[in-house]
């Protein structure tokens, strides 16, 4: 690794097309565009706690993964919000689907 960091492969000639296009609508050198959109995504709030997020993932899989998940089984606890009476049956035959 040298001191600019971790070098990433070369833009397709698709992809460069397109950095080279939207370059030229911001006025800017191809190279310009792509540094100032990096250095914006790591400014960007949604990106850092992405960033953060990563590092955290495991530590809650470890987590989840020594909980007790027979314990955790809550799918009978909830009755149905909204069942169904014999009218409402009624009313989804004549009509073919629920109102």
Do not use: C
């Not at 050198?29 to 590092?55: C, H, I, N, W």
């Not at 314990?71 to 169904?84: G, V």
Request: a negative charge.
């Amino acid at each position: 690794m040298d001191q600019n960091g971790r070098q990433v492969p070369p833009f397709a000639p698709e992809e460069y097309a397109r950095v080279e296009a939207a370059a030229d609508l911001a006025g800017k050198s191809p190279e310009d565009f792509v540094r100032d959109a990096a250095l914006k995504a790591a400014d960007d709030p949604f990106l850092k706690a992405l960033g953060k997020t990563r590092d955290r993932v495991p530590q809650l899989a470890e987590v989840f993964a020594t909980q007790d998940t027979q314990a955790a089984d809550t799918s009978a606890a909830w009755p149905d919000p909204a069942p169904l009476g014999s009218r409402d049956l009624r009313e989804i035959q004549q009509h073919g689907h629920a109102a």
